[in-house]
Structures are given as C-alpha cells and as structure tokens.
Nanobody
Framework: QVQLVESGGNSVQPGGSLRLSCATA????????MHWYRQAPGKQRELVAG???????NYADSVKGRFTISRDNAKNTVYLQMNSLKPEDTAVYYC?????????????WGQGTQVTVSA
C-alpha cells in the first residue's frame, strides 16, 4: 500500500507564499509521475501541476509563473512552491502518485491539505 503524506497547507494573505510537501516511503517514487491537484468547494478536482520521473513539468494555465513543482528522489518527496497566491487558489490540495508498468496505471492519493488565501 502506497501512502502519501502531505504537509504545508495554511492560511495566507493574498500575495503570500506557501510550500507544500508530499512524502512517501514507497520505493516506486522515483519511477513515478507526481502531481498536485486541488479541489475548491463546489468545484471539481483539477490538475495544478505535474512532474514526470525524468523531471519534465507541466502546469495549469492558472498557476503558470506562480507555482513550481519539484521533486527530491533521495527524500521521496515532491514539493509545490506557491507564490503570489490569490484568493482563487483557496482549495484542498492533493498529492497524486502515478505509476505505470506493463501499460497499466496505478495511482494513489494523499489525504489533502487545506490552503486558504484571504485578507
């Protein structure tokens, strides 16, 4: 069983910064793509950022230039640096691990961490 433990969520004022972390003991971490999703109240979960096992990143248009995803394979941890936060970034943020082997996908989710951006 793969467990993902997120941390770093908090309340912050607009324009502020937060860094989310997601750690796992899973040995497949370095061979997996990692993603951050978020879900705001009354809205569907959406992809925020992703990073492949090789380090290629992608971002939602709404966060490009403000958020940075990174990974440390030695620590089995993925990060989401969030700068210039806006009220519309308020959501529960979820870490996702996607492992693909023999053309079959296995994905796992963290429990979520709350990010609130308000004055």
């Amino acid at each position: 069983q793969v467990q993902l433990v997120e941390s770093g969520g908090n309340s912050v004022q607009p324009g502020g910064s937060l860094r989310l972390s997601c750690a796992t003991a899973a040995s497949i971490f370095s061979r997996s793509a990692m993603h951050w999703y978020r879900q705001a109240p009354g809205k569907q979960r959406e992809l925020v950022a992703g990073i492949t096992s090789g380090g290629t990143t992608n971002y939602a248009d709404s966060v490009k230039g403000r958020f940075t995803i990174s990974r440390d394979n030695a620590k089995n941890t993925v990060y989401l640096q969030m700068n210039s936060l806006k009220p519309e970034d308020t959501a529960v943020y979820y870490c996702n691990l996607l492992y693909t082997i023999f053309a079959k996908n296995y994905d796992y989710w963290g429990q979520g961490t709350q990010v609130t951006v308000s004055a």
